[in-house]
């Protein structure tokens, strides 16, 4: 089986961003479309190619629709300039019809390892007269689709909107994982909103393929690998999925040797690996005072039932004496790192005993920040000094938010970016500690139905904290459930992260391989989930496989 036969048995995608502001600098890259374009037009349910000159246009009276380019630059109707590169499309009388452009540039070089957006400027000619009523755009996509016909609408809604008399609309429209299939064509697809239309031309200003950033790596999360008596199989499994990303926690001193092993193993199977550090006993003046929440009411919200230390409490002195050793052992070892994950999912009471149980809370309601802010700044710069002299070369990542507003309302800081965020009002020898993180942490887990929610967490995440550092997603997953394929889910999944605008997003981790639950890939029967045929196909789509 194709990537393409992977690819195209998504539905119909709506990616939507009006509410999301950026900059966007010029790129030597991009590629302009207008002189690749082809048009036609869906007239009383069906095709009819259009003549590309304004001309032919005009003899027809437009009632079939129109597309041409245009032959000089210009202006729109509020008077902002457009540029001579640009095509001018007129949709069908009927609002029931539709004008359809097709942009095919021949054997396009697009690199498979960058985002790409549509970029470009609509709005009316600034001659449009008052019976003007506006049109409704939708950017379309397609591919080879092996196991799709026409019948079954092979083409991808990316991006919807409307464009009215006296608007100029600007739209970066992300490509997605469509440059990366054979027969890739993007259209521009416009339907009047009202009868008699005549005076409905559409002017698409300089449309332009750009490369934005680089594509996320697809890893595998496992976490308590130390726990595994056959770690060093389970590795070499999960190697052989296609992955070159493992992240796994470090747990108490105790096992600090079969972590280091653990390391090495990864190393030696081709893996990139991220090391997660938690809070642990040890880095108390005393654990048992600092648990909180044990009993059945926690193992009911999070599988065990002895509660949670407080992160709060955390003697700074005794974490940095176990995260040192831990420093110390594996670079006596030469083992390799790619970054530290300070902190999981400090946001929810299941990693920290901070949290109130069984309650909805936010930063400024239910959850000391300050005192919050005060520990993890002094564990953030300790760690930035050791990994510095240890690992220099290695990122340091804050932890994984556990977002679980997208699962639940209850046990968790429900805005938990104002954790990170208050770390810029924090300094350590005169440093803004949130400079002393190299990228931010987060966690996706969101309903199958409701896969763009982590999308738009990413666009809420980075407008909210106002930095440009990448965000490593560090967990993610869909459960396994009776009857279904989990592949759709996953490669939704996928599709929104390539789709990620300007943000960069580094990496992503798939929670998780072997633990026997209904996230795993491998099954109670030692069998491999179908699903898990994503990752070696999308690394080695994009040359990612070792």
Same mark, same amino acid.
């Given at each position: ?25 010029p ?6 479309l ?5 048009a ?11 003549p590309?000159?304004e001309?032919t246009?005009?003899?027809?009276r437009?009632l079939?629709?129109c ?50 957006n ?9 001659s449009?007269?008052?019976?003007t ?12 689709r ?13 991006d ?5 008399p ?10 997605g ?17 009202g ?16 490369p ?21 199989s ?14 796994t ?6 096992e ?6 653990v ?17 642990e ?7 048992s005072?600092?648990?909180?929440h044990?009993?059945n ?6 599988g065990?039932?002895?509660?949670q230390l407080r ?14 050793a ?5 670079s ?11 902190g ?16 909805s809370?936010?930063?400024?309601r239910?959850?000391?920040l ?6 993890y700044?002094?564990i953030?710069a300790?760690?930035?000094? @050791?990994?510095?002299k240890? &690992?220099? $070369?290695?990122?340091?990542? %804050?932890?994984?938010?556990? *977002?679980?507003f #997208?699962f ?8 938990s ?26 966690h ?25 550092k990448?965000y490593?997603?560090t ?9 279904s ?22 990496? @992503?981790?798939l929670?998780? &391989?072997? $633990?026997?639950n209904?996230? %795993?890939?491998?099954?109670? *029967?030692?069998? #491999?989930?179908?699903?898990?045929r994503?990752?070696g ?9 070792r």
């Amino acid at each position: 089986m194709k990537w393409l036969l992977l690819l195209g048995t998504s539905s119909l995608l709506i990616f939507s961003f009006q509410n999301f502001t950026a900059v966007q600098s010029p790129n030597q890259n991009s590629i302009l479309l207008w002189p690749y374009f082809r048009a036609a037009s869906a007239f009383n349910s069906k095709w009819e190619h259009l003549p590309k000159n304004e001309r032919t246009c005009k003899d027809t009276r437009y009632l079939k629709g129109c597309a041409f380019p245009v032959q000089s630059s210009g202006y729109f109707q509020n008077g902002e300039w457009y540029s001579a590169d640009s095509l001018m499309i007129l949709p069908p009388n009927n609002p029931n019809d539709f004008a359809k452009v097709f942009l095919e540039p021949d054997a396009t070089p697009f690199s498979k390892n960058q985002q790409w957006n549509l970029n470009a400027t609509y709005g009316f000619q600034q001659s449009q007269s008052a019976n003007t009523k506006g049109v409704r755009v939708e950017i379309v996509a397609s591919g080879d689709r092996m196991d799709a016909s026409e019948a079954e609408n092979p083409w991808a809604v990316l991006d919807s909107f409307t464009v009215l008399p006296g608007q100029t609309v600007v739209r970066w429209t992300p490509m997605g994982l469509w440059p990366l299939r054979a027969g890739f064509v993007v259209a521009i697809q416009v339907t009047a909103l009202g009868e008699n239309n005549w005076y409905d031309n559409l002017i698409v200003s300089s449309p332009k393929m750009v490369p934005v950033i680089p594509r996320p790596e697809l890893g595998i999360a496992q976490s308590n690998l130390t726990w595994d008596e056959n770690y060093s199989s389970t590795v070499e499994e999960i190697s052989l999925l296609k992955t070159r990303g493992l992240r796994t926690n470090a747990r108490s001193s105790g096992e600090l040797n079969k972590f280091v092993a653990v390391v090495k193993k990864a190393n030696n199977s081709g893996l990139n690996v991220v090391v997660n550090i938690n809070q642990e006993a040890e880095d108390y003046d005393n654990a048992s005072l600092s648990t909180a929440h044990a009993g059945n009411a926690f193992r009911k919200q999070c599988g065990w039932a002895n509660g949670q230390l407080r992160f709060s409490q955390i003697n700074p002195q005794k974490f940095a004496k176990r995260f040192e050793a831990y420093l110390k052992s594996l670079s006596e070892a030469k083992a390799s790192v790619s970054a530290f994950e300070i902190g999981n999912e400090l946001d929810w009471v299941c990693f920290n005993g901070d949290i109130p149980l069984g309650t909805s809370i936010t930063s400024a309601r239910g959850f000391d920040l300050k005192a919050f802010t005060t520990k993890y700044s002094q564990i953030i710069a300790i760690s930035r000094t @050791l990994i510095d002299k240890y &690992y220099p $070369k290695s990122k340091l990542l %804050s932890f994984g938010m556990a *977002n679980c507003f #997208l699962f639940t309302d209850k046990s968790c800081v429900l805005d938990s970016y104002n954790m990170v965020a208050s770390l810029k009002s924090q300094n350590s020898n005169g440093k803004n500690v949130l400079n002393m993180i190299d990228g931010i942490g987060e966690h996706f887990y969101t309903e199958t139905n409701q896969i763009w929610k982590a999308r738009q967490t990413l666009i809420d995440h980075s407008a909210k904290l106002g930095i440009s550092k990448p965000y490593w997603i560090t967990e993610w997953g869909y459960k396994d459930q009776e009857h279904s394929d989990r592949s759709q889910a996953f490669l939704t999944f996928l599709e929104y992260m390539n789709s990620s605008y300007n943000i960069p997003v580094s990496h @992503l981790f798939l929670y998780n &391989y072997n $633990k026997e639950n209904e996230w %795993s890939l491998r099954k109670d *029967n030692g069998s #491999l989930d179908p699903a898990a045929r994503v990752i070696g196909k999308y690394n080695s789509l994009l040359g990612r496989v070792r």
